[in-house]
Structures are given as C-alpha cells and as structure tokens.
C-alpha cells in the first residue's frame, strides 16, 4: 500500500482531523543511513509530524522542521513541500553512545539547550522575501508535546498529535480545534466534540498506532461519530539538492576556503546528508564555479560541453 494522508471533518463540529501513514517514504530515507532506534522513532515522528502540520497549510512551501540538540543527537531535520514530498536526516555527535529507550530529553535536551523551530519557506518568493522561522526552547518530553506546546503559543491552535514510528512505517493522528470566530461556526455545533474525539484518540496505543492501517484506525476510533472523510493525498521521498546548490553552497564559503580545502584534499567530494548523492568538484570545476557569472554556466557537470 502507498503512502497516504487523510484529512477529515467531524460533522457539526469544529474539529478537523488527519491520518497519515508513511511506509516507502520513511524506508527511503533509512536506506542509506542508519540510525539508532532511538534516534529513528523520533525521526519518524517529526517526518509524520511535518507531513501533517504540511497538509493544514494555506501556502504553497515547504515546511521544514528542526530539532537542534544539545546531546548524543545535534541536528534532527525534516522537510515537507507543499506536494507532501519528504526529505529527513540527523546528525549525531562523534562516538555518541545511544540507548534503544533513549528518550527525547535524552537525545537533544541534556542540558537544557534544546531548541525547536520551524520554517515556512514560500516556493516563489518575492525579491528580497525571507523565508519565516520560528524558533523556541524545547518544551516537551516527547515530539508530538514539543509541537503541541509551539502550535498553542505560537499559532493558538488547540491541536493534539498521535504519532509513532518504528522501522517499517511511521504513522500518526493530527486534531485540531477549529477557532468558532472565523464564519465557520454556524451556532449549532457540538460543543463536546473536541473533548470526546481527542479523549478517544488517547486510547491509542504505540503498539496500535504502528500495527493498525489508517482507515482502520479512524473507523475504530470514531465508527460512533458522523466522519467526512475528503480525497486522499500521498505523500513520497523527493530530495531537492542539486549540483548547482552545492556550488552555489561552495561559492558562499568564499575562494580562500574552497582553495584550502583543495589544497588539502585535491578534490571536494561532497555527499548529500538527506539522499546520499554526491557531488565531486575538481579544481577545474572549482575555478569556474568563481569565474562564472551565472551559477548555471558554473556548474556543469563533469565531461559536459565546456564553453
Ligand atoms: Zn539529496
């Protein structure tokens, strides 16, 4: 079975929800890198995570998703375009020692430095037009209370998060209250809904969440309420780096330190940390990508036509 989102309305209520499930997208990106299990179930909570809080955007962008840590794991980042394409991966620090049950706190809050952001970058910006970040304190002890906490505060959105992931398939369960101010409420709506529907998804277990289909799952949950279910998205592995963003990325070291780092090694070999590809720059390349004026012309590819 594919990927899949699905988004859903409790009739006569202000209560939207979503179910996403992520099996070939998630094995994607462990296939090249693998984690500790630990680090991997908070991986694929926030990929999770982010394809959820993706699909409730009203922009056309990407959201990316970091956690910066302070711990056995440094960086946690997770990416989600505007078409649910999905790209992850940690950093972990040298010879970090990692228990299975290692829990968040554990991983990236040790001392308390941990911190939490997320960025909305728009797919076509307007000259000068930076992307939007918000950045807090790690406040939560698992994933889904870390962006609870930052959805209340920084949006005022009362939403509740589900999510869980293991080596196969990471899934999760997204509600979310709807403000009644905003010409949505019609005066007779269910005012016990967001009580009742989030007091049943909290019987959800981990080990049902990441044993149980999706549909399944939200007819289990709710087969006593009035569901709307709308189409379903799927969300898929897409990485967007490119030759010309690594040189573009090598072009903003500055000459001095790519011509160190050339003077060391001969050639920089450079490996994508989301997909794996890599990218080789000789000197030659080098010494075009600062010549050139446009990036295009810098960066082709070895053995291409030169100009
Ligand atoms: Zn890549």
Not at 264 to 287: M, R, S, T, W
Request: proline fraction near 4%; glycine fraction near 8%.
């Amino acid at each position: 079975m594919s990927d899949t989102l699905q988004k859903f309305m409790f009739d006569h209520s202000l209560v939207r929800g979503e179910l996403v499930e992520l099996s070939d997208a998630w094995q994607h990106v462990q296939l090249r890198r693998s984690y500790p299990p630990a680090v991997n179930a908070v991986l694929g909570e926030m990929m999770v995570a982010a394809a959820l809080l993706s699909a409730n955007l009203k922009f056309n962008g990407s959201i990316i998703m970091q956690i910066h840590g302070d711990g056995p794991v440094r960086l946690l980042v997770v990416e989600c375009d505007a078409a649910l394409q999905l790209r992850a991966t940690a950093k972990l620090a040298e010879e970090a020692s990692i228990a299975d049950d290692a829990t968040l706190p554990q991983l990236v809050n040790q001392h308390g430095h941990g911190r939490f952001a997320i960025t909305l970058d728009p797919q076509d910006k307007l000259p000068g037009q930076q992307p939007y970040q918000g950045i807090v304190a790690l406040d939560g002890d698992t994933v889904s209370t870390v962006i609870e906490n930052y959805m209340m505060r920084s949006e005022q959105l009362d939403t509740r998060l589900w999510l869980a992931a293991d080596a196969k398939v990471a899934r999760g369960l997204l509600l979310q209250k709807l403000p009644g101010d905003g010409g949505t409420a019609s005066g007779n709506e269910d005012a016990d809904a967001w009580n009742r529907t989030v007091t049943l998804a909290s019987t959800v277990s981990n080990e049902e969440l990441l044993g149980t289909d999706i549909m399944t799952l939200l007819q289990r949950l709710y087969w006593e309420e009035q569901v709307r279910v709308f189409e379903p998205r799927h969300p898929s592995f897409h990485c967007s780096c490119s030759r010309e963003k690594v040189g573009n990325m090598l072009k903003m070291l500055g000459r001095a330190e790519v011509d160190d780092a050339l003077a060391d090694l001969g050639k920089l070999e450079i490996n994508c940390d989301f997909c794996g590809q890599h990218y080789g720059f000789d000197p030659v390349d080098c010494a075009q990508l600062f010549a050139s004026d446009t990036l295009a012309d810098a960066v082709q590819p070895p053995g291409s036509q030169q100009h």
